[in-house]
């Protein structure tokens, strides 16, 4: 064990510990310097199945794991359970919720995003996004919760509207979500039910653009909407959204509309229209871009904060032909393992801090490596792009559920994952359907701080 009296010769404070502040724990290791990783959670998630327990496919623990745990062998690390509350540039220091100040040599800030609800944060209470395991429990329990009211409902009219889910955005999010929302109903809530048939129920995807998978090729997003029809979801393109109330979802009139058709009334609206950086990415006083993400250098730090690296969903990177570096898990890895390297290159060259400060040696410019796409729509229905291939259906679908395992690594339950997932599968029997909180009237639930767009 390190001695804590002792004064590291380099302090390193980590902020979030999701994919880009774990990749750079991993890959950070120097004679003498200390890392603390602060994160509010006590856990790691991996947000890529977070639907899948929105839709009761996976239970929580199976897609969290404990980031004391995940370092327990690292005597160099420090994890601190908090919340960032603001953070001192002058001082060098992160002052936590709780009080506490922590001092650093280097900063990494990574703290990804919030649900963003595109200046109408009204619009969460009734269309919670999915971006915390307290979310997605949030939109299993609200559900579960509409099917149970539709089969307790005497007027067919709201039975209708009961069964009716509608997810607003037609990215990676809302797809998958709809998919395995159909497929939820169509296959396994379909035995549950002796009165209602929720093989009936209504899935709408809507979207303002004029395709799904936007940032997908063409050919690949219409595969895709297709795969979504034939799964049972209406997918309704180019179709903006106005305004979102209480089970109900209103879209910009069409001028050919009859008054009140452009009203959807649901007994579930679900957001998966976009994220925007975590909102302290603002008060830092560097530039941000639209979505309120920090503009990095090509190292990575912030301009003329040559001691603070953003990465992750919280930065705003350009590859070399200038496009953006898409917020996905594998460029926030990426960057953990560039800021780490970086670092460790400077402090090597540096010797003693006083006598070089950071930002003196000539640093790398981050280079993303682009290794395709995936998306889920369904069961054995997904579309991929690696490298000059397109795929979709049960292909793209495989190797969707190989790409999720493998990143799965250092998930201790990655077996039962895999177990769980096949189960339920080959037998269409669900486990995680249970709700609990039923005294909790609906919409008074604990959400979590607002998830705010991103994907
Ligand atoms: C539903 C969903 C599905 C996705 N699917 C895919 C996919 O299939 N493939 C893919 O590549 N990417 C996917 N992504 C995107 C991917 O998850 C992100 O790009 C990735 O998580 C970004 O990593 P990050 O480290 O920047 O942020 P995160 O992983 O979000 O980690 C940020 C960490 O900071 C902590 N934090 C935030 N604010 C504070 C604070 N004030 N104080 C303390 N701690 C704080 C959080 O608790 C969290 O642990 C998906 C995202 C979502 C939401």
Redesign the pocket.
């Known amino acids: 064990m390190s001695d804590p009296a002792a004064r590291p010769r380099f302090r390193i404070v980590v902020?979030?510990?999701?994919?880009?502040?774990l990749a750079f724990c991993r890959a950070f290791r120097f004679p003498g310097a200390e890392i603390t990783l602060?994160?509010?959670?006590n856990h790691?998630?991996f947000?890529?199945l977070?639907?899948q327990v929105a839709v009761a496919g996976l239970a929580a623990p199976d897609i969290a794991e404990p980031i004391r745990s995940i370092f327990r062998k690292r005597d160099d690390i420090h994890v601190r359970l908090?919340?960032?509350a603001s953070i001192r540039l002058d001082e060098r220091r992160v002052i936590l919720r709780d009080g506490a100040a922590l001092p650093y040599d280097y900063l990494v800030v990574?703290?990804?995003?919030v649900t963003g609800y595109f200046g109408h944060d009204e619009w969460a209470q009734h269309a919670p996004g999915?971006?915390t395991l307290d979310d997605a429990l949030l939109v299993r329990r609200r559900l579960l919760l509409a099917f149970e009211q539709a089969e307790i409902e005497p007027d067919p009219e709201r039975v209708r509207e009961l069964l009716t889910i509608v997810v607003v955005g037609g990215g990676?999010?809302g797809v998958e979500l709809a998919g395995a929302i159909s497929d939820l109903a169509r296959t396994i809530l379909r035995r549950d039910f002796s009165r209602i048939d929720p093989t009936r129920a209504r899935v709408v995807l809507i979207e303002a653009g004029s395709r799904v998978l936007s940032t997908f090729p063409e050919d690949l997003s219409e595969k895709a909407r297709l795969q979504l029809q034939k799964l049972g979801v209406e997918v309704r393109l180019d179709t903006p959204v106005a305004d979102i109330r209480p089970g109900e979802v209103v879209l910009k009139p069409d001028a050919e509309a009859a008054p009140g058709e452009n009203i959807l009334r649901a007994g579930l609206v679900l957001w998966g229209a976009g994220?925007v950086a975590?909102p302290?990415a603002r008060s830092l006083g560097a530039p941000v871009d639209r979505a309120g993400r920090l503009v990095v250098e090509p190292d990575l730090s912030l301009p003329g904060r040559p001691e603070i690296f953003a990465?992750?969903?919280?930065a705003s990177a350009k590859r070399p032909d200038g496009k953006p570096v898409p917020?996905?898990?594998?460029?926030?890895m990426q960057m953990g393992r560039h800021a780490a390297q970086v670092i460790a290159a400077e402090l090597r060259a540096r010797g003693d801090p006083a006598s070089a400060p950071a930002g003196a040696t000539v640093r790398d410019a981050f280079a993303y490596r682009d290794k395709g796409d995936?998306a889920t729509i369904g069961r054995a229905a997904a579309v991929a792009r690696i490298g000059r291939l397109r795929f979709s259906g049960r292909p793209a679908w495989l190797a969707w559920l190989l790409v999720h395992l493998v990143f799965l690594v250092g998930f201790r339950n990655r077996i039962a994952v895999l177990i769980s997932w096949l189960y339920s599968y080959i037998t269409y029997k669900s486990g995680a359907r249970v709700v609990t909180g039923l005294d909790t009237p609906p919409g008074a639930e604990e959400s979590g701080p607002p998830s705010a767009p991103?994907?």
């Open positions: 902020l979030g510990g999701g994919f880009a502040g602060v994160d509010r959670q790691h998630l947000q890529p977070l639907y908090g919340e960032v990574a703290l990804g995003g999915i971006k990676p999010t994220v975590a302290l990465l992750g969903d919280i917020g996905v898990a594998p460029a926030a995936l991103h994907r």
